[in-house]
């Protein structure tokens, strides 16, 4: 199980099943009519967020997209504050001015989930910039999807961090759909080739396997840290909700989904491929599973309870100085 | 007459054109919708089912879906419509103009008058605008005015369903790029629409209510809230006239300073931001125009000087209500007094 120590193990299995359990929970809030907005969900990807998040520490920098609760809670966004966010209260992360598509925590090296497809890359050159101008010895890491590796911005980020040799990792995750727009169809010749055209490394990597992301994104990382410029990482992985919260799905064959949770479970995977080498049991693995249930719990609960922003908020934050 | 949505006045329109006049293309992210995937096809029509039903009757040909690449089908509408079509590409939320709009501004709106009058472009980029719908702030803009500022384009913003068959008619038909603005809480609105196929000309303004004290400016959406409020004055005997422009480029000045010349007061009612928007820009026209008609200062209704946020309670409190139209009216009243 490659170097993993066992705190990096639960570490791992912990932030994968928060993930999954806070988008289980929010995809039954938003049915219930509770949490407002547009709402995309992580569950299914969370080997790659959390693969590749091992590897950062706070000086690190990740852009993120619409579905960016994973990306969250990978680089330590406080899990409640995300909720009272994701609800709209005044003691969210972002004050309730953002919303699930806006959640950032800077001072976790979270730049943002982004309501704009292709958004990230190009920030992402910046703080790979900052890093290499401040001598910070920090990396930056843009998650893009399928859809957005179609955009002008991804494509003019991915020359710029190769000229600028700069400490960036591109991943692009993806679950197979840009919206209801089959990868397949969607996306020119190949990821890994686009890469190669641009003069990066590019590696195919599964994103179900954990241990397979968090391998390949080490390498890739410790080069960029290391001053040896930009690679990517094309991701396959799968979604188990729709675009966003509310979409039909009509452009998945029937049992898609079932299929994939039952066949391409990132966590089932992790359980039993660390089961194999002894280091964590089921049983601690269930307790981890308890704990997350509760604190998931006390989110909603504390969410559904806690103020809104006030008339005085609306004003406020627009600029430093005015 | 049967009562139809706004969904529907948009679909049906292009439907008509689009059989009418086989150069009319549609083109955008998931206009159709599971282009390549193995589920059902014309599985959204548009991320709010507004294209629904026009792939099946019209073939992968001529409704497009497209890869995220808003620059790259965005610059090719401009450049088919340049070339003998008749695009109109879907621009899905208007905030994602900052991804593209070098293609609509420095390209399309300018190509007639670079090439000397040569060029004829007739695009329409067709966009959702607007707060509501709990969409946080790079989802809910109104950037009309951006557009409105550049010369080259027409900017439309229908305020009904009847509007919005009309006016999308009328910008197919126009051989100049419009961008034309559709608000995404008015999507289930419904009224009388007419089967046929109808025009309403660019620049011609719509007096939705007539009444001799206040004229109120408005658009798009903010003209339900101006009709409200006109409705409840009216028994209070005080008259509003309520202005909708239909188009802010072109905008139907003369329409504006009669009726300011006739009841004496201004209020503007516009959701985009305050600064440089459409209530500025009416407001200068009519300082400058109109000034020695004024019984009192002119009024603008707008939302703050901030993106929009997305707690409930904070967009609530963004967006121009009845409230402060009401408000407005009777402080342009008492400024008489």
């Known amino acids: 199980m490659l170097q993993l120590s066992k705190e990096d193990l639960v570490r791992a299995y912990t932030q994968m099943r928060t993930i999954r359990d806070f988008e289980e929970r929010v995809h039954e809030e938003f049915a219930g009519g509770s949490i407002p907005g547009f709402v995309h969900l992580y569950a299914g990807e969370e080997a790659s967020a959390v693969g590749v998040c091992m590897n950062l520490n706070d000086k690190d920098n990740i852009a993120s997209t619409h579905r960016g609760h994973g990306h969250c809670i990978a680089k330590g966004c406080d899990v409640k504050g995300m909720m009272q966010e994701i609800y709209g209260r005044r003691g969210g992360l972002c004050g309730g001015k953002g919303g699930s598509m806006h959640i950032a925590d800077l001072s976790k090296g979270m730049m943002g989930a982004n309501g704009i497809v292709g958004g990230g890359p190009p920030l992402i050159c910046g703080a790979a910039l900052s890093a290499k101008t401040l001598g910070t010895g920090g990396v930056a890491v843009a998650f893009v999807g399928d859809g957005g590796s179609n955009q002008g911005t991804t494509l003019e980020s991915y020359n710029l961090a190769k000229v600028w040799n700069l400490p960036a990792v591109f991943v692009v995750e993806d679950n197979g759909y840009a919206e209801s727009t089959a990868s397949s169809w969607s996306v020119g010749g190949s990821q890994i080739k686009r890469a190669e ?14 241990f397979a992301v968090y391998e390949a994104a080490r390498d890739v990382i410790a080069k960029a840290r290391d001053g040896g410029g930009p690679s990517l990482l094309h991701v396959r992985l799968n979604r188990y909700f729709g675009h966003f919260e509310g979409d039909a799905m009509t452009y998945r064959p029937d049992g898609e989904v079932d299929g994939l949770r039952q066949q391409r479970d990132s966590l089932a995977i992790f359980r039993q491929r660390v089961g194999e080498t002894g280091l964590l049991d089921a049983a601690e693995m269930d307790e981890i599973d308890r704990s997350v249930a509760g604190l998931i719990d006390e989110a909603v609960g504390e969410s559904v309870a806690a103020p809104p922003p006030t008339r005085d908020d609306l004003t406020t934050d627009v600029y430093v100085t005015y | 007459m049967a009562k139809k949505s706004f969904r529907q006045a948009i679909n049906e329109a292009l439907a008509m054109e689009m059989r009418r006049d086989p150069t009319v293309i549609l083109m955008g992210e998931d206009v159709a919708g599971g282009m390549g995937a193995a589920g059902e096809d014309d599985a959204w029509g548009g991320p709010l089912g507004v294209t629904k039903g026009l792939m099946p009757e019209f073939g992968r040909d001529r409704v497009l879906d497209t890869p995220i690449s808003e620059s790259a089908f965005v610059g090719a509408a401009a450049g088919a419509a340049a070339t003998g079509l008749r695009p109109v590409a879907e621009l899905m939320f208007v905030d994602f103009m900052g991804v593209c709009l070098d293609q609509i501004f420095n390209q399309a709106g300018k190509f007639r008058y670079m090439f000397g009058g040569k060029a004829v472009t007739p695009m329409v980029v067709r966009t959702m605008y607007g707060a509501g719908f709990r969409a946080a702030s790079q989802h809910s803009q109104c950037l009309y005015p951006v ?23 009328q910008a197919i038909r126009d051989d100049d790029p419009v961008i034309f603005f559709e608000h995404k809480v008015m999507y289930d609105d419904e009224e009388e629409v007419p089967d046929e196929a109808y025009t309403i000309p660019f620049g011609e303004a719509n007096l939705t209510r007539e009444g001799d004290d206040v004229t109120i400016v408005a658009i798009g959406r903010m003209v339900q809230f101006a009709n409200q409020v006109a409705d409840k004055l009216e028994g209070e005997g005080i008259g509003c006239t309520v202005v909708d422009p239909r188009t802010t480029s072109p905008l139907d000045e003369d329409t504006i300073l009669e009726c300011v ?21 009416i407001s200068a026209l009519v300082s400058e125009r109109a000034f020695s008609a004024l019984k009192a200062p002119i009024r603008m209704v707008t939302p703050p000087h901030t993106p929009v946020p997305f707690a409930a309670e904070l967009e609530d409190l963004y967006i121009p209500g009845p409230e402060q139209i009401e408000e407005a009216v009777r402080s342009v009243m008492g400024a008489q007094a």
């Open chain 1, 197 to 210: 055209a641009f003069g990066m490394e590019g590696f195919e990597v599964d994103g179900h396997d954990f």
């Open chain 2, 147 to 169: 557009f409105t500022h550049m010369p080259g384009l027409k900017v439309a913003i229908p305020s009904s369903p009847y509007e919005a068959k009309g006016l999308l008619i």
């Open chain 2, 261 to 281: 010349e006739d009841t004496g007061r201004l209020v503007i009612v516009d959701e985009a931001s305050p600064r440089c928007n459409i209530a500025t820009d």
